[in-house]
């Protein structure tokens, strides 16, 4: 029953730290400027590979995260600490930011298919959906000396970046909708209070980063 408790509890505060730091809010006008002039199909396939390629990165990221940072001599402390100051940085630099969020194409005419494929990949998955917070932030979720899930961490964090990618999917796929139903200002408004918070869990990373490592 314990066990059960803790995994429901770890699954919770990880996807809502992962939903978050991904912001899918802040995502879709970005979705709706780069594909601006692709077909309603193309939007569909878009946006299903984008979240194809963001669960890969990070499922890899997060149960070979920290393989990686042991070849390239990293410590989990110093993920925590540069995250931290990733998601910070974006946070600032978004909350601050007075420019339309709601741009227009810069596509001629309409998407090839190649194109379609290449906005996928990048910039919509790299790094707007699996950037460098997200990345940081599953490898830590992961880690039972950071993360919540006091030592069940393997099936949570799996499941959360699972739970996660069919939130925003699905927010992406409705974008044409949502964007009609929803006013910008509120759309924006949305984005700003999801900046802010990532900004705090950026502080908060980066204050446990420097306590463990000064612990040490």
């Known amino acids: 029953m314990t066990y059960l408790i803790d995994l429901a509890t770890d699954l919770i505060e990880s996807v809502i730290t992962l939903l978050v730091i991904v912001d899918p809010i802040g995502v879709i006008p ?6 601006a002039n692709a077909a309603a199909h193309q939007k569909k396939s878009i946006a299903k590979r984008a979240i194809l390629v963001t669960s890969a990165v990070l499922l890899v990221f997060a149960y070979l995260g920290n393989a990686i940072l042991t070849t390239l001599h990293v410590t989990v402390n110093a993920i ?4 931290g100051l990733f998601l910070l940085v974006f946070a600032v ?8 969020a709601f741009r227009n194409g ?20 790299i790094p707007l ?6 990345i940081a932030t599953v490898i830590l979720l992961n880690d039972p000396r950071y993360g919540s899930a006091k030592g069940i961490t393997d099936f949570s964090t799996a499941l959360a970046i699972l739970i996660v990618c069919v939130i925003v999917w699905s927010l992406l796929a409705a974008s044409n909708r949502l964007t009609k139903l929803v006013k ?7 984005g700003k209070v999801m900046n802010i918070l990532t900004g705090a869990i950026g502080v908060s990373y980066i204050v446990a980063g420097i306590v463990a490592t000064l612990s040490h």
Do not use: H, K, N
């Open 129 to 134: 959906l699996a950037g460098p917070g997200a």
């Open 30 to 35: 970005f979705f709706q400027g780069l594909t």
């Open 106 to 125: 810069d596509q001629a005419g309409p998407l090839s298919a190649e194109a379609a494929d290449s906005i996928a990949v990048f910039p919509i998955a």
């Open 93 to 100: 630099r978004d909350v601050m930011s007075y420019e339309s």
């Open 184 to 190: 910008p200002s509120a759309m924006m408004v949305i």
């Open 80 to 83: 925590m600490i540069a995250g």
